[in-house]
């Protein structure tokens, strides 16, 4: 995330919205944002619902335990509401391939 803010300008200067979204609670979010310097929405999916929903949980096992977690991933949405672009694991961390689409698409 910290990546897509260093990137904020320029994803904003093509007309795009970012949006982080977490499993963690809204006080690791807001802590996290702090320490990071994020100003865009932080979402919440303490639930994994929405992880699910999009195919992006991942079960990991510390110690004997049993815990759910999220894979990292970057979803270009359109205005239309359709998922344009996906990148996900070490692809979602770098942001420059999603900033040229959308400021492609802004020049379009």
Same mark, same amino acid.
């Given at each position: $995330?910290?990546?897509?803010?260093?990137?904020?300008? +320029?994803?904003?200067? *093509? !007309?795009?919205?970012?949006?982080?979204?977490? $499993? !963690?609670?809204?006080? *690791?979010?807001?802590?996290?944002?702090?320490?990071?310097?994020?100003?865009?929405?932080?979402?919440? !999916?303490?639930?994994?619902? *929405?992880?699910? %929903?999009?195919?992006?949980?991942?079960? $990991? =096992?510390?110690?004997?335990?049993?815990?759910?977690?999220?894979?990292? *991933?970057?979803?270009?949405?359109? +205005? %239309?509401?359709?998922?344009? @672009?996906?990148?996900? =694991?070490? @692809?979602?961390?770098?942001?420059?391939?999603?900033?040229?689409?959308? %400021?492609?698409?802004? +020049?379009?």
């Amino acid at each position: $995330m910290r990546n897509f803010q260093q990137n904020i300008d +320029k994803l904003e200067a *093509a !007309d795009t919205q970012v949006l982080g979204v977490s $499993m !963690d609670s809204p006080f *690791a979010q807001y802590a996290f944002a702090q320490q990071n310097g994020i100003s865009f929405p932080l979402l919440g !999916d303490q639930s994994g619902a *929405a992880t699910k %929903e999009y195919g992006l949980e991942q079960p $990991m =096992d510390i110690k004997g335990v049993h815990l759910e977690s999220a894979r990292r *991933a970057t979803f270009l949405i359109d +205005k %239309e509401g359709r998922i344009s @672009e996906i990148q996900v =694991d070490r @692809e979602a961390i770098d942001p420059s391939h999603i900033v040229t689409i959308c %400021e492609r698409k802004k +020049k379009s």
